[in-house]
């Protein structure tokens, strides 16, 4: 079979017994109530009980998986080199911590080592915290929530909600609105290795909340004797009328296989709007499912990246409508230099329910070498009569109109390039909520750019 | 003898392998203004890109000299510092890049310098006043959405920021209504010294009675068939290309 080569050598240490005993230690060392160590361990049970992939999935395809690994592991982060005998010793600067903001949470060495609250938020209400510490002191609300997305979309989301070490509740109540983002920031210990991330984020009925979840690594540097992978299991869940916006912006260190699942639930008249950026990973795929199923919905996901070196960003997409008159919109840009791959599958799915939806796609690809590649999929399932949808894909080289335009103004190639480059990436960057975390994008779209350029 | 500011001599220019400019040959001294007038296809916009080094059309024969200094193996950029400059035909958009981003660093380029943001302001406003432009409009994205008119001004704008030595204008004059195009003629009369040159691409002898050339040359399939003063204009105007036509024809034949 030809895709048995695409596939990881061989299946890693998966052992049933082994996990269980972990993550009930782990959720006994949190004491966690007893209703969560059981959803672990139904969710552990779920994931037991599937295959990785078959590599006949669309959604699995076109990925590499052979710098995919097939793991799953409690990390014992006492043991990285960064966290001597199990204490914190130092908290590296995150490279996206924010000017202003209306709280934040900051996870180091798979747990929480800062977080800050503003006090109108407090007062207001507004949760962030460890997922463990708001199961203690919100019980009614996480036990509500968890898993509220639906089923695990695959094996990697099934453990995602099962082995991760920290997780973090955000919670907005309702009627609630803030006026500056909360921040959610990662900071990979990239001597520990794996790392299972678990985002539960609702916002009640009338609330507005808008939050950035930034990853950064601790030591890129550091030369790895195996790929670290970073899953994040995300749920988004946005009441009837409430406005909930989820930007997520990482550099990982270079040699991880980063996947992420992001879910998100849209309720009557509310909205998700998803932004992504994605710049660090070897291996980056994303899973966005956003699922329509109330009446005048707006769901919108906008994707960013820049690959270069043997980079493989992949998003996996999906707008899924069943109420009616229901709207959502994918925007995806991205760059490719040197040898970096991208693939975009994203389905615009309307049940027969979901008629007066309007639901579009665009996938934009600029190629600025020879060896980068995209292969842009647009997927349209239709089951209603009444809808409006439109897709558009696009792979190429920047404009040679464009490059001549600023060139003719005395701009010299390599800078008028980077011009046009940011200039087209400039669209999705604007639509993230907070301006010091564009500034910050844009910088990463710089960083990201010139070792590229220059080596031609 | 110094040598001329602009020459352009025996230039052939080729489009996939279609030869367009069949050895045109032209000279620029300084403060002079030469308008081409040609039918479409004539290869107008041909000769223009090539002037500038688009990538798209070879040159085949001739050289072209600014200063007496050959610019055919130069880059665009390269040229555009060195003083060359075109008013585009159809501009084009360049969204998510900023007017007043752009504008800064084409005109450090020209300069050789990065300009201090101050004076840059200053600039900015004076040549935005002269042009009767909104401020904001430099804070839209380069030339998109755009209306024909606002392109063409905005194509007089830089060559008032950018100072070149030569300006090839491509039919600026084209899609102007009445206000603007006297607006945009007066853009172009003030950047016109004793130092610089214009080649003046237009269709129209409306716009040569604001700018007023010193000589008018005929472009019919690629090539000049005549030259004369600026009552050139109004024979066109009057009869038409066809005389000249008729002529390249005959000669075609006679060949
Ligand atoms: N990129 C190209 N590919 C093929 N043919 C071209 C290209 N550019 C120009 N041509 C051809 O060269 C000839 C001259 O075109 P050009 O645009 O220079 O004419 P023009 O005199 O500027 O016309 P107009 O008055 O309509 O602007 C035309 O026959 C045109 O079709
Ligand atoms: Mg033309």
Redesign the pocket.
């Known amino acids: 079979m030809t895709t048995a080569t695409l596939d990881a050598p061989s299946e890693s240490d998966i052992k049933p017994d082994d996990l269980r005993a972990e993550v009930e230690a782990l959720s006994r060392s949190k004491s966690e109530p007893d209703w969560l160590l059981a959803f672990r361990l139904a969710s552990l049970e779920q994931a037991l009980g599937m295959e990785w992939w078959t590599g006949q999935e669309e959604s699995w395809r076109r990925t590499p998986r052979d710098r995919l690994p097939r793991r799953a592991r409690v990390t014992d982060f006492r043991a990285s080199v960064h966290n001597a005998n199990g204490r914190v010793t130092r908290v590296p600067q995150h490279a996206f911590t924010p000017h202003a903001h209306s709280g934040l949470i900051h996870k180091y060495h798979g747990d929480i080592v800062a977080t800050d609250i503003a006090e109108q938020a407090e007062a207001d209400g507004i949760i962030v915290k460890p997922l463990s510490e708001a199961a203690l002191e919100h019980p009614e609300l996480v036990q509500q929530w968890l898993g509220a997305v639906g089923q695990p979309l695959d094996r990697y989301d099934a453990f995602g909600r099962a082995i991760w070490t920290q997780g973090v509740f955000i919670y907005a109540p309702r009627g609630v609105v803030l006026d500056e983002s909360l921040f959610y920031l990662v900071t990979q210990d990239t001597a520990a290795g794996d790392h299972w991330h678990y985002t539960l984020v609702v916002a009640e009925r009338e609330s507005q909340l808008s939050l950035i979840d930034a990853g950064d690594a601790d030591d890129r540097r550091a030369d790895l004797d195996e790929s670290p992978l970073i899953h994040a299991s995300v749920e988004l869940i946005a009441e009837d009328g409430a406005q909930l916006q989820f930007a997520s912006v990482q550099r990982w260190h270079r040699q991880t296989a980063a996947l992420s699942t992001t879910r998100g639930r849209v309720g009557r008249d509310a909205s998700i709007r998803v932004t992504t950026a994605a710049f660090g990973a070897d291996l980056d795929k994303q899973r966005i499912d956003l699922d329509l199923s109330q009446n005048g919905g707006f769901a919108e996901i906008r994707g960013l990246f820049v690959g270069d070196g043997k980079q493989h960003i992949e998003h996996v997409t999906r707008q899924h409508h069943k109420g009616v008159g229901a709207t959502s919109d994918l925007l995806i840009r991205g760059v490719l230099t040197d040898e970096s791959q991208a693939v975009q599958y994203g389905l615009i799915r309307i049940e027969p329910e979901g008629q007066k939806t309007s639901a579009h796609q665009t996938m934009r690809n600029l190629l600025l070498d020879d060896g980068a590649g995209a292969d842009p999929i647009p997927m349209l399932e239709i089951e209603a009569d009444d809808v409006k949808c439109s897709h558009a894909a696009a792979v190429g080289p920047v404009d040679p109109d464009q490059l001549f335009y600023l060139q003719a103004r005395g701009i010299p190639p390599k800078v008028a390039e980077r011009m046009v480059v940011r200039g087209f990436l400039a669209e999705i960057a604007d639509g993230v909520p907070d301006e010091h975390m564009r500034e910050v994008i844009d910088e990463l779209v710089e960083i990201q750019l010139e070792p590229a350029r220059s080596n031609s | 003898m110094t040598s001329p500011l602009f020459e352009i001599d025996a230039l052939e220019v080729a ?2 392998d ?1 030869q ?2 069949n050895g045109l040959s032209l000279t620029l001294e300084p403060g002079e203004v030469h308008a081409i007038m ?12 090539s002037l500038m080094g688009h990538p ?2 070879t040159i085949a024969g001739g050289d072209i000299r600014l200063q007496g200094t050959s610019v055919v193996d130069m880059p665009p950029d390269e040229r555009a510092r060195a003083g060359l400059f075109l008013a585009f ?1 159809y501009p084009t958009d360049i969204p998510g890049v900023s007017m007043i981003n752009f504008l800064r660093r084409a005109i450090s380029a020209r300069r050789g310098e990065e300009i201090p943001v101050r004076e840059y302001r200053q600039l900015l406003n004076e040549v935005l006043g002269r042009l009767q432009m909104d401020e904001q409009f430099v804070r839209r994205y380069v030339n998109d959405g755009f209306s024909g008119g606002e392109k063409k001004r905005a194509e007089i704008l830089q060559l008032g920021l950018l100072q070149p030595l030569v300006a090839v204008m ?2 600026t004059d084209s899609g102007l209504d009445i206000d603007a195009l006297r607006i945009v003629s007066e853009g172009i009369n003030t950047f016109h010294s004793d130092d610089n040159a214009i080649l003046l ?1 237009t ?1 129209y002898q409306r716009i040569l009675r604001y700018v007023q050339p010193d000589h008018v040359h005929v ?1 019919i399939d ?1 090539q000049i068939v005549e030259s004369g003063d600026a009552s050139l204009a109004e024979r066109l105007e009057r009869d038409g290309y066809e005389p000249f036509m008729e002529r390249t024809k005959a000669e075609v034949l006679s060949s």
Do not use: C, F
Request: glycine share 16%.
């Open positions: 489009v996939e279609k367009i400019v040609g039918p479409n296809g004539s290869g107008k916009s041909t000769l223009a890109n798209r059309y035909q491509d039919e691409i269709h472009l690629g």
